[in-house]
């Protein structure tokens, strides 16, 4: 592959190393504006592509796709109440998912029946049914975590997979199931270790059947894990170590089975 000025004033440039990095190259440009990396996930053998934006004023690429429409309607289902007069337990919402009964899932990060974040169900008319409450620390449901803040998503086997921020054994997160009726089976607690903490997002099913998250930086030190959790709770994670990305977003997963995201911080500017 060719080096960085073999082909300058062509377009731009790939080049290529010995250890799966790339680099596109705007000649017009110095230094270059962005630099790609492939790191191949040594634990369950699939890749992930990160791209890392050179810019200073520019910390976030949001791709928008937008589909014209006509005779568009708006319903509002339900208001959420403001926390000082909510007794339904449901405020600062999440992303939903729709289960397999056509109802509507999410988790809110605070309040619930101990203040701790929960799980719900809408009807798609705006009736809602609160389903599982987290508890804090030093309560009996310790355990199954607290404040979950990515909404949850509907498995293959029907039920609901997410993650909290917080709340497990060590404090870190945890990772979990829940049946369609509210019976909810904690699978992982997070550590501080290889796996980082603080779950942001909630989990995406693979096309192996395994679920795949990201943990987030939440300690000096940490930079957040890309992992693989399996349905019976064993997890393989890649730790990030600021110089291939920091805080990593919930990735996709393409057509081509491999997993592509991005950080919103680190990043090595030379590649190096």
Do not use: H
């Amino acid at each position: 592959m060719p080096e960085s000025g073999d082909q300058a004033g062509k377009g731009l440039i790939p080049v290529g190393s010995s250890r799966n990095r790339f680099l596109l190259k705007d000649p017009a440009t110095s230094p270059p504006e962005f630099c790609w990396r492939k790191i191949r996930m040594k634990n369950f053998g699939t890749k992930f592509l990160m791209s890392f934006l050179r810019s200073l004023s520019i910390s976030a690429v949001l791709l928008l796709a937008v589909t014209a429409a006509t005779a568009q309607t708006y319903t509002n289902l339900y208001a959420y109440p403001g926390t000082d007069n909510n007794t339904s337990g449901i405020t600062w919402p999440s992303v939903m998912s729709q289960g397999q009964d056509g109802d509507l899932y999410s988790t809110i990060q605070t309040n619930g029946s101990y203040q701790y974040g929960s799980v719900y169900k809408m009807s798609t008319s705006g009736g809602y049914t609160l389903l599982y409450s987290f508890c804090g620390e030093g309560s009996p449901c310790a355990s199954t975590g607290a404040n979950p803040t990515g909404g949850v998503t509907l498995g293959w086997d029907g039920n609901l997979w997410g993650t909290t921020y917080n709340g497990g054994k060590d404090g870190a997160g945890t990772a979990f199931k829940m049946t369609p009726a509210g019976d909810l089976t904690s699978l992982y607690s997070f550590t501080n270790g290889k796996d980082d903490s603080a779950p942001t997002y909630t989990l995406l099913q693979g096309q192996d059947g395994n679920m795949y998250g990201v943990s987030e930086a939440q300690y000096e030190g940490q930079y957040g894990s890309f992992f693989k959790l399996t349905t019976k709770g064993k997890i393989s994670a890649y730790p990030f170590d600021y110089t291939d990305g920091s805080s990593p977003n919930l990735p996709v997963q393409g057509t081509d089975l491999n997993f592509y995201g991005t950080t919103q911080g680190g990043g090595n500017a030379a590649c190096a």
